[in-house]
């Protein structure tokens, strides 16, 4: 449950990040602007890391505008009703002069991390820059199982969850969620439907010729079938031997016990080890060859 609780927080939970930008004066991201201390490169760094809180599914724009010389922090940036900016103390860029930064940025709801390349399946406007989204809002997960004691029983265990978030939402809404996800996916295969794999025909009649001389020399019933169905797969035969049979058209237990020595000494691959090998495996069910 640990495990699969940490997973499931690490890659299911949704969260908001900047998935394009525009800056004007720069074409693409190795530009560097006047007036600006830090190159493009390095204010897409320190934008990726501002974390955003999405109140609607739908791609929200948001923009930053400062006039220097101004130290830029998130702050700065200015959001409608539907975003909010969750560390804005985080420092952006230094405006040197009385130079302009203005920036524009798309902001995207997602799953895990998405590389930029990504959002340039679709031609981009020029001066459109895509950046690599880290949409999780989970920084941190672990799990472990220690021994608990509860009244006089000593052989209980507790799960103990360390989860660190972003600040978007709190260890517990992430537990919560991870649970949620977890029974939706387990409810889904509720249903499930086991289907018998059918047996050759020729193995079907040898099965049931088997059944029925048996049933009438010991009278056993549904017990006995269900052994003479075992397929050869499962059981403890060396893969030389396995291969031999199975090359042979013999699948199951049932195709085995009508066979004489004889028979299967003429099948390629078998020889008296194979014989007295496939013998002690009949004599686990208390089967004999014919």
């Given at each position: 449950m640990g495990n699969s609780l940490r997973?499931?927080?690490l890659s299911s939970l949704s969260g908001s990040?900047?998935?394009?930008?525009?800056?004007?004066?720069?074409?693409?991201?190795f530009s560097v602007l006047d007036g600006v201390k830090?190159?493009?490169?390095?204010?897409?760094?320190?934008?990726?890391?501002?974390r955003f809180?999405?109140?609607?599914?739908?791609?929200?724009?948001?923009?930053?505008?400062?006039?220097?010389?101004?130290?830029?922090?998130?702050?700065?940036?200015?959001?409608?009703?539907?975003v909010e900016v969750l560390n804005k103390d985080l420092y952006i860029a230094e405006v040197t002069s009385k130079a302009n930064l203005?920036?524009?940025?798309?902001?995207?709801?997602?799953?895990?991390?998405?590389?930029?390349?990504?959002?340039?399946?679709?031609?981009?406007?020029?001066?459109?820059?895509?950046?690599?989204?880290?949409?999780?809002?989970?920084?941190?997960?672990?799990?472990?199982?220690?021994n608990m004691r509860v009244g006089d029983k000593t052989n209980h265990n507790?799960?103990?969850?360390?989860?660190?978030?972003d600040g978007t939402l709190t260890p517990r809404e992430a537990l919560e969620k991870a649970i949620v996800i977890m029974v939706e996916q387990l409810q889904a295969i509720i249903g499930f439907t086991v289907t018998n794999r059918s047996l050759p025909k020729e193995e079907n009649e040898e099965v049931s010729k088997i059944k029925k001389e048996s049933d009438?020399?010991?009278?056993?019933?549904?017990?006995?079938t269900d052994i003479l169905k075992t397929r050869i797969d499962t059981l403890t035969l060396s893969t030389r031997t396995l291969n031999a049979l199975t090359d042979a058209n013999i699948r199951t237990i049932g195709g085995i016990a009508r066979k004489k020595k004889e028979d299967l000494l003429e099948i390629d691959g078998i020889g008296d080890k194979g014989i007295q090998e496939i013998k002690k495996v009949l004599g686990e069910y208390g089967i004999t060859l014919k």
């Open positions: 997973r499931i927080i990040a900047i998935t394009t930008l525009k800056i004007e004066g720069a074409n693409h991201e830090e190159d493009v490169i390095t204010i897409l760094l320190h934008l990726k890391q501002v809180r999405l109140l609607t599914d739908e791609p929200q724009t948001v923009k930053l505008v400062v006039k220097g010389p101004k130290l830029v922090t998130a702050s700065d940036i200015e959001v409608g009703g539907q203005s920036i524009e940025m798309t902001i995207e709801k997602g799953l895990g991390f998405v590389s930029k390349e990504v959002h340039q399946k679709e031609k981009n406007d020029v001066g459109t820059i895509s950046v690599d989204a880290i949409f999780t809002p989970i920084r941190r997960v672990a799990y472990e199982v220690e507790r799960l103990r969850m360390t989860i660190e978030t009438e020399e010991k009278g056993e019933g549904n017990e006995f």
